[in-house]
Nanobody
Framework: QVQLVESGGGLVQAGGSLRLSCAASGRTFSTYSMGWFRQAPGKEREFVTIITWTGAIYYADSVKGRFTISRVNTKNTVYLQMDSLEPEDTAVYYC??????????????????WGQGTQVTVSS
């Protein structure tokens, strides 16, 4: 069982920045691939980015060049630095753990554990 706790959400003006954190329980954090998803009202949960246990990183096209994912294994924490935020980035952001390989890394069904989510609101 893995527990995830996100923090760092809030209200920011367009063009601003936020950094989200996700702290994970468990002694094998370094073997997990960690992803971020987001869900806006009335929309499906969508892939944002993932950092695999090997350090490979993938981004959704909509955030490429603006968002940066990183991890510190000694702190069991993954971060999402979000710059040049746009109103379209407004959503609840979730971190998720993927403990097994295979499947589509962009699909929520490929992830085993989820945090409770943190709200990000970008005003225009």
């Amino acid at each position: 069982q893995v527990q995830l706790v996100e923090s760092g959400g809030g209200l920011v003006q367009a063009g601003g920045s936020l950094r989200l954190s996700c702290a994970a329980s468990g002694r094998t954090f370094s073997t997990y691939s960690m992803g971020w998803f987001r869900q806006a009202p009335g929309k499906e949960r969508e892939f944002v980015t993932i950092i695999t246990w090997t350090g490979a990183i993938y981004y959704a096209d909509s955030v490429k060049g603006r968002f940066t994912i990183s991890r510190v294994n000694t702190k069991n924490t993954v971060y999402l630095q979000m710059d040049s935020l746009e109103p379209e980035d407004t959503a609840v952001y979730y971190c998720a753990v993927r403990t097994i390989s295979g499947g589509d890394i962009r699909s929520p069904v490929s992830y085993d554990y989820w945090g409770q989510g943190t709200q990000v609101t970008v005003s225009s």
